[in-house]
């Protein structure tokens, strides 16, 4: 019986001996993160090697199950695998395969030195830098979609509100009307009628042109609302548009008779609507608004609220009413875009502003109305007394 003679073919291109990742002599990797495999072959062997691993200077790596490949000449290629964590204290390291046996003769190395690409990210550096990204997006997302719809349900409720709304329903208080007129009044080109159909638009969710509008063909013609006009917003609540003075300089006579009008169409509420953006007419107005508030409130018994139109131009120049203003209080003022016939997209929190101003302006028409009832009521009285006063004796 013959014995095996120990042989090693060399099968080309590969020399004798163990060789990393199909690469001969001083070998070199590089690698993404510091989590790898490594694989050492030894070709064409009988009687089989031992093969070992391990990073320079230090014990061994545990193996992974090795790979055996037969060949018809009857001699193996045996690989052994390794997962290796390379430590943090540097960016490269050398390994060493070792292989013993008789196909080696005695003993063979081969070593390759392995580099953490710098910036390069492990898979699962990778996965994170994936799936984060898409995480934060999901959860935005998420959030933008729960805030869209409370906006959305907010604004609802406002419609609701104001198309149920009938003046002293949530009041203790017994009013003198069950309709509330609040009237729109400043200097032509301001943005009246444009905030009366911004209104309706936040209220009923479809723009229409209610009141007319000045365009670049009616401005010839100067003032676009000529008289006094209703638009009905509900039952309950009528918006009045009015005719525009020429400049914050003319007499406020004109202003005065539309406010108060006659008793059935009395305005309730007088919101004054101005355009801020140019210096002349913020000078005019500030000096208006520092007499003309007081004056109304003294004739006509009503406090007034204020509309500022064009907030984006108004914002994009850092003017603030808020600021220009300061005699006014804020819960008094609305700055505001209107929409207009070339820009009505609708823009739930522009809508939502809109009615919580409207409400406002109800709340405000409710005061004056009580305080209108009460003067009323005093005068009915004081007139009882005089009467009673002077009536003949005997006829008490
Ligand atoms: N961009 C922008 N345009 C506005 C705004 N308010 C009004 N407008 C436009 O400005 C012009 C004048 O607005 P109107 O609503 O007609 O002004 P008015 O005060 O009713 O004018 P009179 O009836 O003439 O007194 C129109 O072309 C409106 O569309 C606003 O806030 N932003
Ligand atoms: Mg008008």
Known sequence: MSQDK?????????????????????CTKEVNGREFQLSCTVHGTKPNVTISLKAAGK?????????FETREDGTSDQTVYAN??????????????????????????ATITVTVKS????????????????????????LVFKLTRKKRESLEKLRTQIRTYKPGDATESELSVNKVNLGLFGVMSTGKSAFINSVM??????YHKHADETTDDLMADGIVTKEKTPYHLTSHITLFDNRGLQTYLDDTTQYMDQMRYNVSERIHCPIHVADA????????????????????????GVKMKYVFTHKTDMESNGRDPRKLFQRIPEEDMILVENYTHENHEEDVERSTELLKF????????KCNIESMDRKEKERKEEQLRKDMQFAPAGIH
Do not use: W
């Open 119 to 142: 910036g390069g990210l492990s898979v699962g550096a990778i996965v994170a830098v994936i799936a984060i990204p898409l995480i934060v997006l999901g959860l935005v997302c998420f």
């Open 6 to 26: 120990p042989i090693h073919k060399v099968i080309p291109p590969y020399e004798n001996g163990p060789t990393f990742d199909k690469c001969q002599g001083d």
């Open 277 to 300: 953006r140019g210096e002349t007419a913020t000078n005019d107005l500030n000096g208006f608004l520092i007499k003309f508030p007081e004056e109304v409130e003294k004739l006509c």
């Open 59 to 67: 014990s061994d790596i545990t193996l992974l199950p090795a790979s």
């Open 84 to 109: 290796v964590s390379m430590s943090s204290d540097s960016n490269s390291e050398a390994y060493t395969c070792n292989a013993r046996g008789e196909a080696v003769q005695g003993m063979a190395n």
């Open 201 to 206: 638009f936040a209220l009923t969710g479809e």
């Open 358 to 365: 409207i409400l406002s302006c109800l709340e405000r028409a």
